[in-house]
């Protein structure tokens, strides 16, 4: 069956420093990849997303996420955190890439981000 | 503000009650999904709707059914709750087709079930 693993399910950083959450997945071909972010009490926003093409993908604030084939990892970085990063961030993907698809994605169980002042 | 609203946010309920989670998107997307969210278990999918008119099982279908009223509409009941449905849930939609394929959520409906 196909699955997703986030392995750190709580890191700490302090604020400037880098971050790194990891992912991967299990699946046969190369599937869609995405990270989201919930912050407390909140639903989930999209960070960033890959299909095909470079596998170095920017997002929205200041997140970027390189997808391995040979690792199947999709692993989220950024180069210097800010407390507002705090939050609990989820990696997902669809295994039904390639042509129509229902569309359902599964999601790993989620990094909790602290961030020291 | 375009997006998925969840009604209600909170609700508590007893043992053998029934409810009804609506969710209503305005984004003209054709699919929608529910899942549940529970600490340490990420998000699971309960039930979805590729297109209006369709509904299929996902992971945790138990107990749970759901309607697709509508394009704009898709709600989850619960029949009979019981204390293991408490959870908060969140209902989101999508176009199907790359590069718009992604999921838009709402803010979700935190329900205790005791």
């Known amino acids: 069956a196909q699955s997703v693993t986030q392995p750190d399910i709580h890191i700490t950083v302090s604020e400037g420093a880098s971050l790194e959450l990891r992912c991967n997945y299990s699946y046969g071909a190369t599937p869609y990849l995405f990270w989201y972010v919930q912050s407390p009490g909140q639903g989930l926003q999209l960070l960033l997303k890959?299909?095909?093409?470079?596998?170095l993908v920017q997002g929205i604030k200041g997140f970027e996420a390189e997808f391995k084939r040979s690792q199947s990892s999709f692993n989220l970085r950024k180069p210097s955190v800010h407390w507002s990063d705090a939050a609990e961030y989820f990696c997902a993907v669809n295994m039904n890439a390639g042509g129509t698809s229902y569309g359902k994605l599964t999601f790993g169980q989620g990094t909790i981000l602290t961030v020291h002042p | 503000n375009a997006g998925v609203t969840q009604t209600p946010k909170f609700q508590v309920l007893k043992t053998g009650q029934s409810m009804t989670l609506q969710c209503a998107q305005d984004?003209?997307?054709?699919?929608m999904y529910w899942y549940r969210q529970d600490p340490g278990m990420g998000l699971r999918l309960i039930y979805y709707?590729?297109?209006?008119?369709?509904?299929d099982k996902g992971e945790v279908p138990n107990g749970y059914n759901v309607s697709r009223l509508n394009k704009r509409e898709f709600s989850l009941r619960l029949e009979s709750a019981a204390p293991s449905q408490t959870s908060v849930y969140f209902c989101?939609?999508?176009?199907?087709?790359?590069?718009?394929?992604?999921?838009?959520f709402g803010s979700g409906t935190r329900l205790t079930v005791v």
């Open positions: 709707s590729a297109s209006e008119g369709t509904t």
């Open positions: 984004m003209n997307h054709n699919s």
């Open positions: 890959y299909f095909s093409g470079d596998t």
């Open positions: 989101a939609s999508s176009e199907l087709l790359v590069p718009n394929y992604g999921y838009t």
